[in-house]
């Protein structure tokens, strides 16, 4: 239920703008309060009455009406709703959004709140696809705005392929969960995420191939469920997730002792692609090319940080995650890692480079936990991420 939610809702100029009104009354029904805003364009799709009508409210549409301006600033519009919703997102506005203009009501509204933003865009096939339109949805992301959709399907305009608006049913579900407490309020969960870098002298290191989707995916969807968030992470290629608590490391050692110091937790998740082996001594100035040919490297092994603290007596969190990325007998290979490390579960996945998920945006993984194997189909990293941070809430 949305009882005493209020949620600012900026429909933008398309065809799918018609959706919004049933987005109101869904939101209505469960309780929650609407502000809708309509942009220029979402003038010529629906009517501000209309929307008024199932709002029950007043619509907000020019950002130099003085009369609302005297009534309530546009600051204040922004900053006393729980969450602000975008749909349909346009690629104007999406643009807009990631270039922060503020030159109508809803871009000034955008720009001047701290409030959690929600969009749902609607465009074009081509024009979703369009290079300049993702980057700003890659700029978004790293802002940390949430999205749903673009749906794929037929389109208005005759096209078929990504762009059509998420059902108001599925906008509504997402909004449900952003506002909701969150089936992981009060927990707290350890995520490891990217590679190590091992280094050999000030120069030159050893790693793991790491993007550190997975994991920052994963911590964001945990943190939606309300969780309370470390997020251990190494130098990875991907921005750190929002509202959670990141803490940067380098090394495998700098790993270890970061998640004992963040115990106790509730949970603990190790996505990070920790470098096996260090080199003993790291070279304290580069070691230079020369005459005696390649040095010899004297490695040591790593410690295994998923094992330690599965094995914990005391402080052991009480569900311990890991993952297994494999080339070859993806499923026997992690069965027999979830036994030997003692984890709760292994998440497997193929990582042969022919599978493009080393460093992709998709994921197939096997959740292997003590019943058995139970294979997923592949996804999008952000859709695996919701989806085990699901089956993490509903086994606590
Ligand atoms: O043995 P392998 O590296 O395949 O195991 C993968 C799992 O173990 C992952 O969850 C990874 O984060 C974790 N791991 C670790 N410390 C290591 C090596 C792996 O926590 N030194």
């Not at 949970?267 to 920790?274: R, T």
Request: glycine share 8%; charged share 20%.
């Amino acid at each position: 239920m949305l009882q005493g939610k209020r949620i600012l809702l900026i429909v933008g100029g398309g065809i799918a703008a018609f959706k919004s009104l049933e987005l109101i009354r869904l939101i209505r029904k469960a309780g929650g309060a609407v502000t809708p805003v309509l942009t220029k364009a979402a003038h010529e799709f629906v009517t501000p009455l209309s929307a008024s009508a199932l709002a029950a409210d007043k619509v907000y549409t020019d950002l130099f009406d003085l009369t609302d301006e005297a009534e309530m600033g546009h600051i204040e519009l922004s900053r006393s709703a729980d969450l602000i919703v975008v749909a349909p997102a346009t690629a104007d506005l999406i643009a807009k959004m990631a270039g922060g203009h503020a030159d109508d009501l809803a871009s000034t509204l955008l720009m001047a709140t701290d409030t959690p933003v929600l969009i749902a865009p609607a465009m074009n096939v081509r024009m979703w696809l369009h290079p300049a339109n993702q980057r700003n949805i890659a700029t978004l992301e790293a802002d940390g705005i949430q999205r749903i959709g673009p749906d794929e399907g037929d389109m208005a305009c005759g096209e078929y392929g990504p762009g059509r608006m998420s059902e108001p049913q599925a906008i509504f579900d997402v909004i449900q969960t952003q506002l909701s407490d969150g089936p992981l309020s009060g927990k707290h969960v350890i995520v490891t995420s990217g590679p190590t870098h091992e280094p050999i002298d000030p120069v030159r290191y050893i790693a793991n191939r790491s993007s550190g989707a997975q994991g920052t995916a994963l911590a964001t969807a945990l943190a939606r469920l309300g969780a309370n968030v470390t997020f251990v992470t190494g130098p990875a290629m991907v921005p750190p997730p929002q509202g959670v608590n990141v803490v940067p490391v380098e090394t495998a050692d700098q790993m270890l002792n970061a998640v004992k110091s963040a115990l106790p937790a509730d949970i603990a998740i190790f996505a990070a692609a920790v470098a096996d082996w260090r080199v003993v001594s790291e070279a304290k100035n580069k070691i230079k090319k020369g005459k005696t040919g390649a040095p010899k490297l004297n490695l040591d092994e790593n410690p295994d940080i998923l094992a330690t603290v599965s094995r914990l007596r005391k402080n052991r969190p009480d569900l311990v995650v890991g993952f297994a990325a494999e080339t070859e007998n993806v499923i026997a290979n992690a069965t027999a890692k979830r036994k030997r490390k003692r984890c709760d579960w292994i998440v497997a996945n193929d990582v042969s480079p022919e599978t493009g998920i080393m460093g992709g945006d998709e994921n197939a993984v096997t959740v292997i936990d003590a019943q058995g194997a139970e294979s997923w189909p592949r996804a999008s990293k952000t859709d695996v991420a919701r989806r085990l941070a699901a089956r993490i809430a509903d086994a606590l």
